[in-house]
């Protein structure tokens, strides 16, 4: 790869240049996707039948009787999560248990191959040289020829922040026909959403929401016209970004409103979705709803499947929203009823909740490294500098003299600094109307009492006439590292019990634990008879190292939908 690059850690979300690269790359990006939609220049001249992968059929023309496919979604953050990720999905088989899998035929990627934000670099630094590792590491034991498979890609709202340009660029397949390859992987995709057709009547469609969660008119218009070819018979897998189910609760409205109208598609030619693939939260989550077509038809079954565990860091899975206090858990809870009752929602729920049969990690598991919260200050020092000096500049005035209570109007400066830091807290609060500014006022009531304990214990030391200028300037430092230290803990505090007691700030508390564990893909087989075959399979440490083996997977859960 590229001179002097070297193997690129998990993302420091809260590195305050990250913090402010990326704030400005998302809120330009998402102004400028509102008024340029790139993807009606995807391969803008590409005839109608494009967009439409038929592995349905052999080369010979005869009906395929089996197929197989792996789903993964949110690649693309530390090198090593993604190269682990990778390898599993190059090996000739997987060691499962007692039982062996075999290599799946191609493989979905369902959004966010890339993290902090898409560039042509960050492709290449933290996606493709972790594939093209992991098929080097293949090769090297005793698998001298890896046959290439197909890969297809399903843009995230990461992918998006560079306008799709890069990943068109480096995945999409130009006008010349020919794919792009990378590690043991082949692309065949001209547009960044598709139709497979599979055996016995299977098809996944996998759509493009933008950043905005909405289809484009060329899209709406190519699913729609599909959709009045499918017949009864046919099922349809149903892949986003993002899911329309996830935390027991529906997402986004106009996310679900354009689910919606994709299903309506299909269920109007009397065929059925019985399968929604989606990443974007990094976890596992299955959830089994009774599903009722607009049209009257019977109502069926649908599986609902999160699966975000490519490579970025972990989300929580113990903080539902209506779950009980993590503290009370049982090791059960949000993962699957106790007595073994499929229902999903159960009479104490309200009508929009939603149990997941299934999470992963467990959820006893997530409450355990929440707890790592409390360390924030040491491991992550740059942001806790940046709270040591705004308790510098609010407390750090050189007229120790003067009581506290008169500092606000003494000292303008440090009045606006607490004001600052009281409109961040307010800011960053993850609630709605008055729970977001009172959660934000006691954040920033922690920092400003634990602040004005250090600036009366500096008056406290000794008359401030007697201070010299060394002793000035050693308060003034102390001031600062108390800050950090004291401010940090106090943050990480902060996320532990938003996430615990509030059931919020999922991905703020655990972005700040970049934890690269505890990974997910699902395995699914098409067998001869129609029915498709789901393995739910987990990876609960990613190696550390191009010389340490394989990572050990075990089965999360295996679930059938008849064909």
């Not at 059929?57 to 949110?74: K, L």
Request: charged content about 20%.
């Amino acid at each position: 790869m590229g001179s002097g690059w070297k193997k690129p850690d998990m993302v420091d979300w809260y590195a305050p240049a990250q913090l402010l690269t990326t704030g400005l790359q998302t809120l330009l990006s998402t102004r400028l996707g509102a008024m340029i939609d790139n993807r009606r220049f995807v391969n803008s001249s590409s005839s109608a039948g494009d967009g439409i992968v038929d592995l349905s059929i052999e080369p010979d023309g005869s009906p395929r009787a089996t197929i197989s496919f792996d789903f993964m979604a949110d690649t693309g953050d530390g090198w090593f999560s993604t190269y682990s990720m990778a390898l599993l999905l190059t090996l000739p088989e997987l060691q499962v248990g007692t039982g062996r899998i075999p290599r799946s035929d191609f493989l979905v990627l369902g959004g966010d191959q890339v993290y902090p934000v898409a560039s042509k670099d960050e492709y290449a630094r933290r996606l493709v040289w972790p594939f093209n590792e992991a098929s080097r590491t293949v090769r090297g034991l005793s698998e001298p020829r890896i046959e290439k498979r197909d890969v297809f890609l399903t843009p995230g709202n990461h992918d998006w922040y560079d306008s799709l340009s890069s990943l068109t660029h480096r995945f999409v397949v130009g006008p010349s026909g020919k794919g792009k390859e990378f590690g043991s992987f082949r692309t065949r995709q001209n547009r960044s959403y598709f139709l497979i057709k599979l055996p016995h009547d299977w098809q996944i469609w996998a759509i493009d929401i933008q950043l905005e969660r909405a289809l484009n008119v060329e899209q709406d218009y190519f699913f729609s016209q599909e959709a009045k070819k499918l017949t009864p018979r046919n099922k349809v897998i149903l892949c986003s970004a993002e899911p329309g189910l996830v935390y027991g609760r529906s997402a986004d409205e106009k996310l679900v409103f354009n689910l919606k109208r994709m299903m309506r598609y299909i269920e109007n030619s009397g065929a059925r979705v019985v399968l929604q693939l989606a990443g974007d939260v990094h976890n596992y989550q299955h959830y089994e709803v009774d599903h009722q077509p607009e049209r009257g038809a019977p109502s069926h079954k649908q599986h609902r499947v999160v699966a975000g565990g490519g490579g970025a860091f972990l989300h929580p899975t113990h903080a539902f929203p209506d779950s009980p206090d993590p503290w009370r858990q049982e090791e059960n809870v949000g993962e699957g009823p106790a007595d073994g009752d499929p229902a999903v929602v159960p009479a104490d729920r309200d009508d929009d909740a939603y149990r997941p049969k299934v999470v992963y990690p467990p959820a006893s598991t997530s409450f355990k490294l929440s707890h790592r919260l409390f360390a924030f200050a040491f491991t992550h020092m740059s942001f806790s500098c940046l709270l040591g000096l705004f308790y510098l500049m609010i407390f750090g005035s050189f007229d120790f003299a003067v009581p506290l209570w008169s500092l606000p109007w003494r000292h303008p400066l440090s009045s606006a600094w607490a004001l600052l830091l009281v409109g961040g807290c307010v800011a960053f609060a993850d609630q709605k109307g008055v729970g977001k500014i009172l959660v934000g006022l006691g954040h920033a009531a922690a920092h400003l009492i634990a602040g004005a304990i250090a600036w009366i214990a500096v008056r406290s030391w000794q008359p401030v006439e007697q201070f010299t200028w060394f002793q000035l300037y050693v308060a003034l430092a102390g001031l600062f590292v108390y800050g950090g230290v004291v401010g940090g803990t106090i943050f990480g505090a902060y996320l532990w019990l938003t996430l615990n007691l509030l059931k919020s700030n999922h991905n703020q508390a655990f972005s700040a634990l970049a934890i690269q564990d505890y990974k997910c893909l699902l395995r699914c087989q098409i067998d001869d008879a129609g029915t498709l075959r789901v393995k739910a399979i987990g990876v609960e440490r990613m190696v550390r190292d191009v010389a340490d083996p394989p990572p050990s997977v075990h089965l999360i859960e295996t679930f059938l939908i008849d064909g």
